[in-house]
Nanobody, 128 residues
Framework: EVQLVESGGGLVQPGGSLRLSCAASGFTVDDYAVGWFRQAPGKEREAVSCFSRWHGSTYYADSVKGRFIISTDNGKNTVHLQMNSLKPEDTAVYYC?????????????????????WGQGTQVTVSS
């Protein structure tokens, strides 16, 4: 059974940092496309970042480029999202997600409908 469990959310001041972690079970993260989405109150869920080791591709939304870094720890079967220089507009529930690699696609998908597995979400609040 595939499971994704996020941790690391919380309250942080603008300009601060947080690292989100997503512990995966039932599959190997380096064999899947993995990603992070977020949803703020009253807004649609949006892709933040995704990674596919098979494709050798990484995606970042324009709003987080240069501030967020996605990584995988194969030994711990975990996906991380390092978030730096956080802004109030980064406030949202962050979701870890995964899907089997699609060999017909050029990289990791940025459409949430392409993902099969989701974590429960972790709240990130950026406020002074």
């Amino acid at each position: 059974e595939v499971q994704l469990v996020e941790s690391g959310g919380g309250l942080v001041q603008p300009g601060g940092s947080l690292r989100l972690s997503c512990a995966a079970s039932g599959f190997t993260v380096d064999d899947y496309a993995v990603g992070w989405f977020r949803q703020a109150p009253g807004k649609e869920r949006e892709a933040v970042s995704c990674f596919s080791r098979w494709h050798g591709s990484t995606y970042y939304a324009d709003s987080v480029k240069g501030r967020f870094i996605i990584s995988t720890d194969n030994g711990k079967n975990t996906v991380h999202l390092q978030m730096n220089s956080l802004k109030p507009e980064d406030t949202a529930v962050y979701y870890c997600t995964a899907a089997p690699v699609s060999y017909s696609q050029p990289g990791c998908p940025v459409n949430d409908r392409s993902y099969d597995y989701w974590g429960q979400g972790t709240q990130v609040t950026v406020s002074s």
